[in-house]
Nanobody, 122 residues
Framework: QVQLVESGGGVVQAGDSLRLSCVAS????????MGWFRQTPGKEREFVAS????????YSANTMKGRFTISRDNAKNTVYLQMNSLKPEDTAVYYC???????????????WGQGTQVTVSS
């Protein structure tokens, strides 16, 4: 069983940056594809980015490419989401996700974190 704990959310102004972190415990972190999703009230959870176990491959939603970057540190069992040039429409709860085999995608997630709130004011 893999447990995921996110941190780093908060209230920022438009144009600011934030870095989210997700620490994983249990399982074998370096084997897991990791990812980030976000969700706003009344909407479906939205894919943000994912990264392969060794960090060699990354995938990002087109709407966030160039602003959001996913990375991981396998020595720390941690995956990050660097968010730059934040916009009010980025306001959401951001969730960390893991998959034991294969790449994290919208329809393929084995474990979820509890989420961290990001609020961007205009």
């Amino acid at each position: 069983q893999v447990q995921l704990v996110e941190s780093g959310g908060g209230v920022v102004q438009a144009g600011d940056s934030l870095r989210l972190s997700c620490v994983a415990s249990g399982g074998t972190f370096w084997r897991n594809s990791m990812g980030w999703f976000r969700q706003t009230p009344g909407k479906e959870r939205e894919f943000v980015a994912s990264i392969s176990g060794n960090g060699g491959s990354t995938y990002s939603a087109n709407t966030m490419k160039g602003r959001f970057t996913i990375s991981r540190d396998n020595a720390k069992n941690t995956v990050y989401l660097q968010m730059n040039s934040l916009k009010p429409e980025d306001t959401a709860v951001y969730y960390c996700a893991a998959r034991s085999s294969g790449v994290v995608t919208t329809s393929a997630v084995d474990y979820w974190g509890q989420g961290t709130q990001v609020t961007v004011s205009s």
